[in-house]
């Protein structure tokens, strides 16, 4: 079967291209006075600003017929009518049923996912409500004020973000942890700043089988026998959210501290689900499913507006435009909020698993770039580390700059003096880096500090900016759980609609269990007393040297 750049709408982007390439964004501007309000979006509070990308009004009419030609709608339609998209696991995709929030039923394998979403939701929210009025009390009667999240991948990163995102909104006599690695250092670290009289565990793990994730249960487990000594006692201090009943039952958890969901929600899609109980613990039911509610406002919209007008579908054409057609294919995630912090990192995770792929759902080797290598950090400061190769490097990175308006954080002159610098930076980038310095432009800034002669000349190349750096703002009011739902919601779909125009499964991860697979093969090898030969010589060599010195 064909792949899509074989189709005569990539043929037309190819050439489209060609002829755009040489006008420089700064000159786009220059001609046409009135971009902004041809490349933009709104969504209630939320503005997307694409006017920076190397586009014209054709470059997006033709990227909206690639979109057609991909049926991307389509596919849209049956993700959120439960059909089997997910074909190499065989399930729906639902994550989108989480944040439903109207009357109708959703059907996935014959049955309406509804009623049991919704009582999930009842049970999280009379727990978390239990725990923080301080109802529920630990073994020797207090109240809890510690929650540590175990979990890894999209069993932690999701949560984690959350509560650092909305942190503003966070209960201040309960602090949420997330253990993930297997390093001991991590939950060796939380435990001591624990007491197992006020902390309660989570263990969050879909199949409950993940090797880090037991293994860091297990010790915590232990560690709390240890100081207690009364395994009668685990059902205050223990809760798992699963998919995997029995295996939880297995541990020692009453299936009645058990929060469910379901295959077709997948990991790096399930902080919706009883996934995100730290952040209901964290910042209360109530703001929980306001999240949810962003997330169900930009489904609404990604289902209804047209392609045009469609913040995702308009962010995943971008993407392709830049990674298959300019040959860009990274992508920088630049929050210019310190609560984002961990933004970059979970959409890494939602973006290079989805997309990080080389097999279409045909079977067939792609033959061109799929999902971009994707990073970030906060703004201010990434300006003053990496900044430098956006402005001047031999890559051209394309950038989300995300923002809020206002800042929940007084700080300074009038209680906003920070936020108005930081406001300032973030402009000041996504211009400069649209728009460059000129030859003309260097010098007469070089001449006004008073350099003179050869000094001129030598310094003016070295203070030149091409510009031509493509880059989104995303502006929104204020980081409320409302709008952080929105924002991952609509990053949720700029993947999806990028995964069917490369004709991938974004919804399976055959690369993280292929890491769970092979990790298991070489333990048993660490503890054998003779030396290993059983895989190539720089596996065995790197093993038996460890052994040697371990
Ligand atoms: C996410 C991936 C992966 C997964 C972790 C944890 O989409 O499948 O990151 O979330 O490997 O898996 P468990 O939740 O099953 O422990």
Known sequence: ?????????????????????????????????????????????????YSKHHISKETIKLLVNLAKEADVEGWRDRMFKGEIINSTEHRSVLHT???????????????????????????????????RSGQWKGYTGKAITNVINIGIGGSDLGPAMVCQALKPYGLKTITPFFVSNIDGADLSQVLEKCDPE?????????????????????????????KVGDNSQIKKHFVALSTNQYAVAEFGIDTENMFE???????????????????ALYIGIDHFEELLKGGFEMDEHFKTAP?????????????????????????AILAYDQDLSKLAPYLQQADMESNGKFINRNGEHVNFHTGPVLWG????????????????????????????????????????????ILLSNFIAQTQSLMIGKTYDEARAEIEKQGYEGEDIESFIPQKTFEGNRPTSSILF????????????AMYEHKIFTQGIIWNINSFDQWGVEYGKQIAKQVLPKLSEKTPTTDFDGSTNSLINYIKKYQ
């Open 377 to 420: 950090e906060v703004g201010t400061n990434g300006q003053h580390a990496f900044y430098q190769l956006l402005h001047q490097g031999t890559e051209i990175v394309p950038a989300d700059f995300i923002m809020p308006i206002q800042s929940h954080y007084a700080m300074g002159k009038d209680g906003n003096e920070h936020h108005k």
């Open 261 to 279: 969901f379901w295959d077709w929600v997948g990991g790096r899609y399930s902080l919706w689900s009883a996934i995100g109980l730290s952040i």
């Open 198 to 226: 006020t902390t309660l565990f989570i263990v969050a793990s879909k199949t409950f089988t993940t090797q880090e994730t037991m293994t860091n249960a297990f010790s915590a487990r232990n560690w709390f026998l240890k």
């Open 97 to 131: 049923a989480l944040r439903n929030q109207n009357n109708k039923s959703i059907m996935s394998d014959g049955e309406d996912v509804m009623p049991k979403v919704r009582n999930v939701l009842k049970k999280m929210r009379r727990f978390t409500d239990e725990i």
């Open 1 to 49: 079967m064909s792949q899509i750049n074989q189709s005569s709408i990539w043929q037309s982007l190819s050439q489209h291209k060609k002829d755009i390439e040489s006008i420089s964004l700064r000159e786009m501007f220059h001609k046409d006075k009135d971009r902004f309000n041809q490349f933009h979006i709104q969504l209630n509070d939320l503005l997307l600003d």
């Open 477 to 488: 009011q204020k980081l409320t759980p409302k709008t952080l739902g929105q924002i991952i």
């Open 307 to 331: 392609i045009e007008e469609n913040i995702p579908m308009i962010m995943g054409l971008l993407g392709i435009w830049c990674i298959n057609f300019f040959d860009l294919p990274t992508h």
